[in-house]
């Protein structure tokens, strides 16, 4: 089955930027989602197809996916921004979600 | 407004059964895939089912398969579980959630504030 990994925890200062990596074999293949889920939350679509926002998610939040990775980056980051972050993917007739990674925003 | 709102969960002792219920609203239900994903307590998320707009596709993670039933009810705009033989790592939040588009596999837009289901005698 197809597995992803994704950094136990990130952290970055106050303005300046995070990249979230989520590793997969040929990954750059797929369509890669990312989510936002802060504590006793629901997850919250972030970014969807590698690059693309939702309406009402900030530019600040940009994704690129390329050969076994997938970035998440987020520009000027905010205390607002401390969240579990997922990314996940549709392989074959399943769905898969990354391990998971902490943003800490210092 | 868009929404979902699950129901059903509760306490359940090892082997029994429970059927979760999540209601839409504000979105034309029947020409979206519709899943159920999972969190057990500090946890990452785990997929679980999806179940095409017509009901008759359906998905399932291996840990699930052959225990879980995912089905619709259109006319009601509800998406169920029937989760039976539950094992004490069935003990998760699980939250109902819409597909961005009519088919399987796109990203999920849309989720419900989860219920809580609970395995333990």
């Known amino acids: 089955s197809y597995e992803m990994t994704q950094p136990l925890s990130v952290s970055v200062a106050l303005g300046q930027t995070a990249r979230i990596t989520c590793g997969g074999n040929?990954?750059?293949?797929?369509?890669v989602h990312w989510y936002q889920q802060k504590p006793g939350q629901a997850p919250v679509l972030v970014i969807y197809r590698d690059n693309n926002r939702p309406s009402g998610i900030p530019e600040r939040f940009s994704g690129s996916n390329s050969g076994n990775t997938a970035t998440l980056t987020i520009s000027r980051a905010q205390a607002g921004d401390e969240a579990d972050y997922y990314c996940?993917?549709?392989?074959?007739?399943?769905?898969?979600f990354g391990t998971g990674t902490k943003v800490t925003v210092l | 407004e868009v929404q979902l709102l699950e129901s059903g969960g509760g306490l359940v002792q090892p082997g029994g059964s429970l059927r979760l219920s999540c209601a839409a609203s504000g979105f034309t239900f029947s020409s979206y895939a519709m899943n159920w994903v999972r969190q057990a307590p500090g946890k990452g998320l785990e997929w679980v089912s999806t179940?095409?707009?017509?009901?008759?596709?359906?998905f399932y993670a291996d840990s699930v398969k052959g225990r879980f039933t995912i089905s619709r009810d259109n006319s009601k705009n509800t998406l169920y579980l029937q989760m039976n033989s539950l094992r004490a790592e069935d003990t998760a939040v699980y939250y109902c959630?819409?597909?961005?588009?009519?088919?399987?596999?796109?990203?999920?837009?849309?989720w419900g504030k989860g219920t809580t289901v609970t395995v333990s005698s």
């Open positions: 996940q993917v549709w392989d074959s007739t399943t769905y898969v």
């Open positions: 179940v095409s707009g017509s009901g008759g596709s359906t």
């Open positions: 959630a819409k597909t961005c588009e009519t088919s399987p596999g796109f990203c999920m837009d849309v």
């Open positions: 040929n990954i750059g293949s797929k369509n």
